[in-house]
């Protein structure tokens, strides 16, 4: 980059578990020449999105990968975003930056991050990206009616976790329909028409595993002002009749009153920071997040048990599983909604010889390293609403086994990249291809 030439940034929003982790570690390896600096927020303590994407990327964290965790940077973490890029962009030469925003952070606070900030001299917004589980929207939008989803009231000050949806969906110049082969045509067809009425004007593509095109991904498809659809339409009094105006008003009124509590975010250039100490997820959708973190490993078995069958309290977990009888594969686990997939991500770091392990703890000086167990380790992040993380740490540690003890993990897969389903959603659907990586459980 030249002195006084500004970088590209390309936001990347969707709701919790959508997708976007996938689609960056598919744009990193399909990046060509291009040298993409990445930012992952992750809103857990641990951030097991960089480790994801540095694992199945060259990047290292703190090196090509910045993360910032335990926060939302469309809100408590704003001002550390700010540094972050202004460093980055001091520090390395690159030519496009993305920045992961976590599943609950509103994207266009985040963009406009980049445009009002001391980021604004160093970088243009690109495009802000949203990516869709097309399953989880079908669900919660049933017949795609855009009308319902603005009609949604919170209980108390609480708002729907379908408000955010919606809100990122409204913010994106780009729309990723992901997971459609989690969806029939006619499902994917209704959530393209609701996404079209909420953001006219938007790109929408559809894909499975993130497979989207690289060049538009990053190419300049920032419009700032790109109408919302609702808005556009009770501004210019387009509603089909009397009865839906009244509707979008009583929508308007309550995203108004939100505002003045601090909490409504994207009609507003000036981002509220009239926070208290209560991170905005919470305060605002609920959410809440915790880390069962242990230095043992599970019966396959009772690890399949609990973690194939978690309360509908938890939207989302995610980490690193330390799986009995298979003690030198990496396993990774990942829930969202009704699917939760187990996958051999290669060996740990300490079932490597001696000399790749050194190599590799020189270049990942972040690894949390323990004298007997290295980086074996059960690291499990829950994002939910109203978990018992007491009940869940307490039904997972029923299955703990002691380090070398003797199991058999038959079922999980050894071949690096291999998964297998521990939970897959049941609804009848039309089959559509996928374009995912091989899979054991046969999707
Ligand atoms: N069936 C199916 N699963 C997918 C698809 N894309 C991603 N997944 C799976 O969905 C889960 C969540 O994907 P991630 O890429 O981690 O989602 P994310 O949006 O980064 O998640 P958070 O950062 O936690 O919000 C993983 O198990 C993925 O393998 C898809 O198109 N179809």
């Known amino acids: 980059m030249n002195a006084g030439e500004t970088i590209p940034v390309t936001v990347l929003g969707g709701s919790l578990g959508a997708g976007k982790t996938t689609l960056l570690n598919h744009l990193l390896t399909h990046a060509g020449d291009r040298d993409i600096a990445v930012l992952v927020n992750d809103m857990g303590s641990v951030n097991v999105d960089a480790e994801l994407v540095a694992e199945e990327s060259d990047l290292a964290v703190g090196n090509g990968v910045t993360e910032l965790s335990n926060g939302c940077i469309c809100c408590e973490l704003q001002d550390d975003l700010e540094t972050a890029v202004v460093r980055l962009a001091r ?59 603005v009609a949604e009231e919170g209980d108390g000050s609480v708002r729907p976790l379908s408000d955010l949806l919606v809100e990122q969906v409204e913010s994106a110049d780009l729309v990723v ?124 078995d009772g690890a399949a048990a609990v973690l194939g069958d978690l309360p509908d309290s938890v939207v ?59 980086d074996r380790r059960t690291e499990l992040v829950f994002i ?6 007491a009940a869940l740490a307490a039904a997972l540690d029923a299955h703990l086994l002691d380090p070398g003890a003797s199991a058999d993990a038959g079922d999980y897969p050894t071949e690096p990249g291999a998964e297998v389903a521990l939970a897959e959603p049941t609804r009848e659907r039309e089959s559509v291809p996928t374009a995912g990586a091989a899979s054991e459980s046969g999707r």
Do not use: C, I
Not at 216 to 242: C, I, K, M, Q
């Open 91 to 149: 520090e390395r030469s690159f030519d496009h930056l993305v920045v992961e925003a976590s599943g609950v952070s509103e994207p266009g606070p985040v963009a406009r991050l980049f445009v009002t900030s001391r980021a604004a001299a160093r970088y243009d917004v690109a495009g802000l990206a949203t990516v869709v589980d097309s399953r989880l929207f079908a669900d919660t939008f049933g017949g795609g009616d855009p009308d319902r989803t």
């Open 177 to 300: 329909l992901n997971k459609r082969d989690l969806v029939s045509d006619a499902e994917l067809a209704a959530v393209r028409d609701a996404v079209e009425a909420l953001r006219p004007g938007a790109t929408v593509v559809e894909t499975a595993h993130g497979d989207v095109d690289v060049d538009l991904l990053l190419s300049d498809l920032h419009d700032p002002d790109a109408p919302v659809g609702w808005r556009a339409a009770l501004e210019d009094g387009t509603g089909d009749g009397g009865g839906e105006d009244d509707h979008a008003e009583h929508a308007d009124a309550d995203r108004d009153d939100r505002d003045d509590h601090g909490h409504g975010h994207s009609d507003h250039s000036d981002h509220d920071h009239d926070h208290d100490e209560t991170p905005h997820a919470e305060a605002t959708y609920g959410v809440t997040s915790f880390v069962y973190r242990r230095r043992a490993p599970l019966d396959p």
């Open 316 to 374: 989302r977990a995610k980490g690193s599983l330390w799986v009995a009888g298979a003690e030198d594969v990496h396993y990774t686990y990942s829930q969202a909604g009704p699917s939760a997939y187990v996958a051999a991500a290669g060996p740990w770091v300490a079932s490597r010889p001696e000399f790749e392990q050194d190599t590799y703890r020189r270049n990942h000086p972040e690894l949390d390293w323990h004298d007997d167990h290295g």
């Open 384 to 389: 939910g609403r109203g978990m018992d993380e």
